[in-house]
């Protein structure tokens, strides 16, 4: 018998829970070795982000028209895949895509790449992650263009400031087992790094409004933690011990769409999700509180626009099926 899939609730607090979904998986880390005058350009990766830590010396970033200075000790997360310029100062040419440039491979996943025409030396630690679990992807829609992290706050910082220091004494001693020991600080330098933002007052569209107001925010918890439990207005207000209309005028007002819907389009992502990584219609629909697979088939179809079994095995973004706030 085929073993059921795990649905991942979030926890009961709510910006927790967020923290805790950002669990990221490495795509591929990168040892930049440039000496001026050099540039590059980093692909567009669709659902991955990508950080890239100086280290030693400095460059610019351009990402959609924009150019960041940075320095070493900064960090720079890239959050939406999009694609991005690196190069050592104004005017410094391209020289081609990352990806397709010649580099010394020193694991499947973990490479040095060495660029420029012999001047001043930087030196970089890249990497590419995925959001491992669904409720992350909400969050990085929410995150700026780029997230900047300088030398100064991660100092201020204390632990990110402690795990940049670490990286850069790895990469510069290039001992046994760096490769996996950046690979770990370098998800928490991720994380570290978000949770600054949102330390520093970030609020965002609604979706973060909601989780920061104490009580639509234990709701939505509540819902990311059981999905599956028969929510009704009445239970949600009496969870937060507000009034039925009150309850159902501030969920509107921070979260941008009526609760019910919020909890219908937050199960419909969970399922897209699980559907993608093959998961039976029947068994999603269950586990998320449908008496009947063609009762779920219709909330689904309603939702995203197709039907449950188009998505079955199709793994991919849930964009559709996302709650509306997180998608503002």
Do not use: K
């Not at 937060?240 to 019910?260: H, I, N, Q, V």
């Amino acid at each position: 018998m085929d073993e059921e899939p795990v649905i991942p609730w979030a926890p009961v607090d709510p910006l927790g829970g967020v923290l805790g979904d950002l669990r990221m998986r490495d795509t591929f880390y990168s040892r930049t070795e440039g000496t001026a005058p050099w540039g590059v350009e980093m692909p567009a990766l669709g659902a991955c982000m990508t950080f890239h830590v100086i280290t030693e010396g400095s460059c610019l970033l351009e990402v959609g028209g924009e150019v960041h200075a940075l320095s070493a000790g900064d960090l720079a997360l890239v959050p939406h895949g999009r694609g991005h310029l690196l190069r050592s100062g104004p005017g410094a040419a391209i020289t081609g895509r990352a990806d397709l440039l010649p580099q010394d491979y020193l694991a499947e996943h973990y490479s040095v790449l060495r660029l420029g025409g012999g001047g001043a030396a930087t030196r970089l630690v890249c990497g590419v992650l995925e959001p491992e679990r669904p409720g992350a992807a909400h969050l990085l829609d929410l995150l700026p263009p780029v997230l900047l992290v300088d030398a100064g706050n991660a100092a201020r910082g204390g632990w990110l400031s402690v795990l940049l220091g670490m990286i850069t004494d790895e990469v510069r001693h290039d001992r046994p087992g760096a490769e996996a020991v950046v690979t770990r600080l370098a998800d928490v330098v991720v994380i570290q790094a978000i949770r600054g933002w949102l330390e520093t007052g970030a609020t965002g569209p609604g979706w973060l409004r909601a989780l920061r107001d104490p009580q639509v925010g234990r709701a939505v918890a509540l819902v990311h933690r059981d999905p599956g439990a028969p929510w009704t207005l009445e239970r949600l207000a009496r969870e937060t011990r507000m009034s039925r209309s009150a309850f159902a005028a501030r969920f509107t007002e921070l979260a941008g769409e009526p609760a019910l819907r919020y909890v219908t389009r937050w199960r419909m992502h969970l399922a897209t999700v699980e559907l993608g990584r093959g998961a039976r219609v029947g068994e999603v629909a269950r586990r998320l509180g449908y008496d009947s697979e063609a009762a779920f088939s219709r909330a689904y179809r309603r939702v995203t626009g197709i039907p449950p079994v188009a998505a079955r095995g199709r793994p991919g973004s849930a964009e559709d099926a996302r709650p509306a706030a997180s998608r503002a």
